[in-house]
């Protein structure tokens, strides 16, 4: 199938690494990657599901995007599955967590990638204070486990998520040194200042996900964010050196989500020179 192509590249284009999706065309990850290679910084690989088989790429398979991250000087960042749960209540699925997680690191270590980003589900029907803690407690002895594999805790990126106030991760982070992803839709849709919580977190913040959202609807193209939501996102971005991957999933939303930061690079240099 011949599949569209980007206009223009926006390798090195930017103040910092950009990216986007494994699954921007409706395609395996090498596919994708053939494609987006030429034109981009870095690839998110995207393991999201860990149950059905072939969910998880093969080791032939990580060979083969090792080869085309080379090919394309390219960098990857992981993003773990959202179907498992380190702080799950239920003992036996927390294992399966911790043993997905431990066999994707061992998986996608040829990879080198920059950050493997991790949900931390909360399923609990209480919020109350203790089962809060007893929830995070159960976290850090997952991560006891799987920081067994000599990985360095500030190679994960924990995401913020809609189902909960990011702080409640905070002791977690402090404990482990972990750093942040930081998702602005995930704030919109919660109606929170996403530049806010940039600042804080700024000095650990490795990867940024953005995207557009509308109403219900999100991982959009970028052209649907409010003025204000676009001016934020403008202060983000003069002063973040990590990656920033536009978390789409469609050629059409990812072309015109380049192109519109296209404009907004233009406008902060020429600012710049002013």
Request: glycine fraction near 4%; hydrophobic fraction near 40%.
């Amino acid at each position: 199938m011949a599949y569209p192509r980007l206009p223009k590249s926006y390798k090195k284009h930017f103040p910092f690494k950009i990216c986007t999706t494994s699954f921007i065309y409706p395609d395996m990850y090498a596919p994708n990657i053939r494609m987006l290679g030429p034109y981009l910084d870095e690839i998110e690989l995207l393991f999201f599901d860990s149950t059905y088989q072939g969910s998880l790429p093969s080791a032939s398979q990580i060979h083969e995007i090792a080869s085309l991250l080379k090919e394309f000087d390219l960098t990857c960042n992981v993003h773990l599955p959202l179907d498992i749960s380190l702080g799950d209540s239920n003992k036996r699925k927390r294992l399966y967590a911790v043993e997905t997680v431990r066999h994707i690191i061992r998986l996608g270590a040829p990879l080198n990638p920059s950050t493997y980003t991790v949900h931390f589900n909360y399923e609990e029907k209480s919020r109350g204070a203790s089962d809060v803690k007893s929830w995070q407690m159960r976290i850090l002895e997952s991560f006891d486990k799987i920081l067994q594999e000599k990985i360095p805790a500030e190679k994960f990126s924990v995401e913020n998520l809609v189902e909960y106030p990011f702080e409640w991760v905070d002791p977690v982070i402090d404990r482990n040194g972990f750093h942040t992803c930081i998702d602005i839709g995930h704030f919109l849709e919660r109606g929170e200042d996403f530049e806010a919580a940039f600042n804080k977190y700024a000095s650990i913040t490795d990867i940024l996900h953005i995207y557009g959202v509308q109403g219900q609807l999100d991982h959009l193209c970028l052209d649907c964010l409010s003025a204000e939501s676009v001016k934020s996102l403008i202060n983000i971005l003069k002063k973040f050196s990590g990656t920033v991957s536009v978390e789409v999933f469609s050629f059409e939303n990812l072309s015109k989500s380049l192109a519109f930061m296209d404009q907004m690079n233009r406008f902060f240099i020429l600012e710049n020179l002013y």
